[in-house]
């Protein structure tokens, strides 16, 4: 038979002690909640950070093709475009003038013939109109050179029955032009257009055939 010496068998003392979590264990779940949202609001932001780079990136290389083909379009001739868009501006007023000859009558149409034969380089007739009773024929004209003004009326006097012509000076116009290039914007998708800055100079005159009103 076992004997307990000089000590107190406290039977309570099991009873009465607390069971429950460690120290660490408490630490441990009062800081794994702020670290788990850290690190979720962390990855977010590492994943918003990477999606902003990649975007960035496409617009840089965007912006770099852009600026590419326009330096393809500076490098460009754009004498012929500038051509085409004063051909198609003038088209309508050459038929105009087409349609004007063939109403005229034959007394007349060798005289507006003539007129029309004489234009110089970068010159158009626009529009003529005839008195028949005072035997005057009207044109106005436009010239991309001043210059050839002066030199045309020059030339229509030593023509026939152009020797009296009424001249009261020109008048000077800027036109904007745009045009298509054929290259299309990258990013919207839309054709890329040049515009350039014309002057043209607008003048009138007056013929009074041989046997007209003086």
Do not use: H, W
Not at 50 to 62: A, G, L, S, Y
Not at 107 to 134: C, H
Not at 199 to 212: A, C, E, K, N, R
Request: hydrophobic letters at 40%; a positive charge.
């Amino acid at each position: 038979m076992f004997r307990i010496q000089n000590k107190e068998l406290d039977l309570l003392a099991a009873y009465n002690r607390k069971e429950g979590p460690s120290k660490s264990s408490k630490v441990l779940k009062y800081v794994s909640i702020p670290l788990g949202l850290f690190l979720i609001f962390a990855m977010a932001f590492i994943f918003i950070f990477v999606m902003n780079r990649t975007v960035q990136n496409k617009i840089d290389d965007v912006q770099l093709l852009n600026e590419e083909i326009q330096l393809k379009i500076d490098a460009t001739d754009k004498e012929p475009y500038y051509k085409l868009a004063t051909l198609k501006a003038t088209y309508s007023s050459l038929q105009s003038v087409d349609n004007t000859i063939a109403s005229l009558p034959e007394l007349t149409k060798k005289q507006v013939l003539t007129l029309k034969n004489s234009l110089l380089s970068n010159m158009t007739l626009n529009s003529l109109s005839f008195d028949q009773e005072a035997k005057t024929i009207a044109a106005s004209f436009t010239s991309m050179n001043v210059q050839n003004i002066e030199k045309y009326i020059s030339n229509l006097k030593t023509k026939y029955q152009m020797t009296n012509i009424s001249y009261n000076g020109y008048q000077q116009t800027k036109k904007t032009n745009t045009v298509g290039t054929g290259e299309f914007d990258a990013l919207t998708g839309r054709e890329i257009t040049t515009t350039s800055e014309t002057t043209f100079y607008s003048f009138s005159i007056v013929i009074l055939l041989d046997g007209g009103a003086q």
